[in-house]
């Protein structure tokens, strides 16, 4: 591949040369887990997201997992989550033996419709776990009064929406908990890791002793576990790499914003491609992924054959959950569960995205995707 053809990954995180610093903090410290540097990370998340309590977590399912566990979902319980989303929405219940059960998304958004949420409850559903996809937010106001109705926990999946806001104010900050990850796809990474953001002091302290082994951290030794937990815990050095990443923050989340809009621009005058649903009022997305929609008649195949060969990378974002091969085998679910998710999963492809991608590239991305959607 010459220069001009070089690959064009789909994401890559902005390290420099904070993350090493405080990342040799930590190391020279000597203090890799359970130091100060977790607790700090966790002060400021919380207050950069609007919430009082935070828990960091080894990974975004950790998180999720955990608010799950608490929420005492076992087997014969329903749970409702998003179709078109990460696995992990739906397996972070499953694993507490619930089954899932998925409300189908309104076309525009790609979340969860609330119509379609509140029809699938039955007298088993003790749970919805809400999706803000491709950091979009959710109806959060709606789910909560459905919710609220029908004496169902509410668990937010905000992996995918750091600095998303909703009605105005940040996602985590609606008194909902909140979980938000830091893989290196997403807006801000540690490498691996997840933060639990939550109002209740009580939930705080459950997840805190939950990731640990459920020690107690009251009276008594260390060795003093008053419940059955999980090691979900995160490191020190993941906790340096999110703390360079949280002073740089507004600049991520403002720079994709830029990408974005460039790429709305380049993509614009191609027929055949649906760029992502414009913000609103009461939606304000942060930038995770650039997924694009392309017409019924295109052959995404062909197209994302065609873009791989120019050197540009893209894969299908997100195939729905329900239609998984485990989900197929333990549940029967196949196509026509939910119409909307899948006539959409079946059309989308990602372009490249990240923090830090450079114009030029952008427009090379939208002229082969020209091509390759004309030809
Ligand atoms: C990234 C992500 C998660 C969590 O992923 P981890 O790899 O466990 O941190 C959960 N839900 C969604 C929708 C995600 O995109």
């Not at 994401?11 to 020279?28: F, M, N, T, Y």
């Not at 992990?88 to 419709?113: K, Q, R, W, Y």
Request: with cysteine.
């Amino acid at each position: 591949m010459t220069e001009a053809t070089r690959e064009l990954p789909l994401s890559r995180p902005w390290i420099d040369d904070r993350e090493e610093e405080l990342v040799l903090e930590v190391l020279r410290s000597g203090r890799l887990s359970l130091g100060p540097w977790i607790e700090r990370f966790e002060e400021e998340i919380a207050e950069r997201v609007g919430a009082p309590f935070a828990a960091a977590v080894s990974s975004g399912t950790a998180g999720l997992h955990m608010l799950c566990h608490l929420a005492g979902l076992g087997p014969g319980d329903e749970v409702i989550t998003s179709p078109l989303s990460f696995v992990a929405s739906a397996n972070c219940f499953i694993l507490e033996g619930a089954l899932p059960v998925f409300a189908d998304v309104d076309p525009s958004t790609l979340n969860m419709d609330p119509a379609a949420v509140e029809a699938a409850i039955t007298p088993r559903t003790k749970a919805i776990v809400a999706v803000d996809m491709f950091g979009y937010p959710s109806e959060l106001d709606e789910l909560r009064t459905i919710a609220a109705r029908h004496d169902l926990t509410l668990i937010e999946d905000s992996c995918e929406a750091l600095g998303a806001r909703y009605k105005g104010r940040p996602l985590g900050s609606h008194g909902t908990d909140a979980v938000f990850a830091f893989y290196p796809n997403k807006q801000m990474t540690a490498g691996e890791g997840g933060v639990v953001v939550t109002h209740s002091k009580d939930v705080r302290d459950q997840v805190v002793s939950l990731r640990n082994q459920g020690r107690s951290y009251g009276e008594g030794s260390w060795f003093n576990h008053v419940r059955v937990g999980f090691n979900y815990r995160w490191t020190d050095v993941q906790a340096a790499i999110a703390l360079a990443q949280l002073e740089k923050l507004d600049r991520i989340l403002e720079l994709r914003a830029d990408a974005a809009a460039r790429y709305a621009q380049l993509l614009d005058s191609i027929d055949g491609i649906e760029t992502p649903r414009s913000d609103d009022a009461d939606h304000q997305r942060s930038w995770f992924v650039y997924v694009v929609t392309l017409a019924a008649e295109i052959d995404r195949a062909r197209v994302m054959e065609s873009l791989r060969r120019d050197g540009v990378a893209t894969a299908e974002y997100i195939p729905c959950i329900h239609l998984q091969p485990y989900m197929r085998e333990q549940y029967g679910f196949g196509e026509g569960l939910c119409p909307v998710a899948e006539g959409i999963a079946a059309r989308t492809l990602a372009l490249p995205f990240y923090t830090q991608i450079d114009a030029d590239d952008q427009v090379r991305v939208a002229e082969v995707l020209r091509a390759a959607v004309a030809a």
